[in-house]
């Protein structure tokens, strides 16, 4: 058959003329394949997954409940635009209680249907072509794509175990910095765990200043922080000066499908990003905002979130150092990220991507390998577990299979 007109007319950022051509798979196409390779070969096999990047349970009930109350009135059935001075006030008092960070709701904070659009629009409002954004590696790509969408550059920072899994800010080029407007960071950091500290968040403010960059300090895996309290961006001195914090009710509050996030900090991006917002969406439902407001009310709630899932990386870490794994606990967020293997028994792995693979089709232990900085596999505790009985029947079957594969590094 051949192809419709409009194929030559796709732009370049999708592939072009090749646009759906491509034979690459990625990597969670093939993760889901493997998985359903892995139930059809061994259908009495339970799939143990660690896979999931989602929290396992709903919102609390009363947030649910004033939902359910909202989404009926009259008032709140239209565009929410720029978000209502409810949720603003909200997310003020929120980030006073939580951080002793004072905001102007009217200026310095305004909201997003989840982080990862504010993400994906900040670069509107900073990049032209041939710009950089600065972005650690592994990470949360978003940022990254919508500047290639402007026609900027990437410059990857790759987060090492032997940096601490902090970026090496002294070693990009001159000729990169000249170049870069946006250095987008996230602490605590999706997948390694690590968290930030008060001095690494003052060398990023020094090199904001010498290299004329703004910060975005992506925060949504901020309430599970185990190591300290959670740690702001916007606690530090200085750092209103040079940037913005983006924020998420999605995996502290347990409400990752109610697509409700903000931004906050500097007016000046603030106000930058609302005029792009503005011109691409039209707010949150006002009902989702409004019962948000019950949720920022409630500090147990996050607090509730980050013991179990601490908890769980306690056992799981426990567990798989008896396996043989050389991991550590995360300092935060609800993922492990461990060194993969070179071997297991007589299997010899390239990278981290086959050990997965292997995991999955051999043994129906389903993980997320990353190879962009060193092979490492991602293990989440986001599993559905009714209660702490489950999640230890979960790791004593996960022993079992693991034990004995005689890993080799
Ligand atoms: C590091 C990081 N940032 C941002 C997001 C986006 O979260 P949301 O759009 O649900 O707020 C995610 C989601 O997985 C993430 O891991």
């Known amino acids: 058959m051949s192809d419709p007109y409009f194929q030559k007319l796709f732009a370049q950022r999708i592939g072009g003329e090749n646009y759906g051509k491509g034979a690459g798979i990625y990597k969670f196409e093939k993760i889901k394949r493997a998985k359903r390779k892995a139930l059809a070969d061994h259908p009495e096999r339970h799939l143990l997954d660690f896979g999931i990047g989602e929290n396992d349970v709903p919102a609390a009930p009363h947030v649910s409940a004033a939902l359910g109350v909202e989404a009926v009135k009259t008032e709140n059935r239209g565009y929410a635009d720029n978000g209502i001075p409810e949720f603003r006030a909200a997310v003020a008092r929120f980030m006073k209680r939580q951080f002793h960070v004072e905001l102007d709701p009217a200026t310095e ?110 925060a949504a895996h901020m309430m599970m922080s185990y190591k300290s309290a959670p740690l702001s961006f916007l606690q530090v001195d200085g750092a209103k000066e040079v940037g913005v914090e983006v924020h998420s009710l999605s995996k502290g509050w347990n409400m990752i499908g109610w697509r409700l996030g903000w931004v906050c900090g500097n007016p000046t991006i603030v106000q930058a990003y609302a005029d792009i917002k503005d011109n691409s969406d039209s707010g949150q439902f006002k009902a989702i905002q409004k019962a948000a407001v019950l949720a920022l009310d409630d500090a147990e709630i996050p607090l509730a979130t980050c013991r179990k899932y601490h908890r769980r990386l306690e056992k799981l870490v426990a567990m798989l150092q008896r396996c043989g794994f050389r991991c550590e606990m995360p300092e935060g967020s609800y993922f492990l990220y461990t060194p993969a293997p070179r071997g297991m028994g007589d299997h010899q792995f390239a990278n981290a991507e086959e050990v997965s693979q292997y995991l999955i089709t051999e043994h129906s232990i389903c ?22 009985a489950a999640e230890d029947a979960l790791m004593i079957e996960t022993e079992k299979r693991l034990n004995g594969l005689h890993l080799t590094f």
């Open 367 to 388: 993980t997320v390998p990353w190879d962009d900085a060193g092979a490492f596999l991602r293990f989440s505790v986001t599993y559905e577990a009714v209660d702490e």
């Open 109 to 218: 904070i305004c909201h997003g249907i989840g982080s990862k659009p504010i993400l994906a629009m900040l670069p509107g409002a900073f990049i032209n072509p041939g710009d950089v954004t600065l972005m650690t590696v592994p990470g949360y790509p978003v940022a990254g794509t919508h500047t290639t969408y402007y026609g900027g550059e990437v410059y990857r920072l790759p987060l090492l175990p032997e940096n601490d899994f902090y970026p090496d800010l002294n070693g990009i080029p001159q000729e990169i910095r000249s170049r870069a407007k946006m250095l987008v960071l996230n602490y605590p950091n999706s997948p390694t765990g690590k968290m930030a500290t008060v001095e690494f968040f003052q060398r990023v403010i020094e090199f904001a200043h010498q290299n004329e960059v703004v910060v975005v300090h992506d």
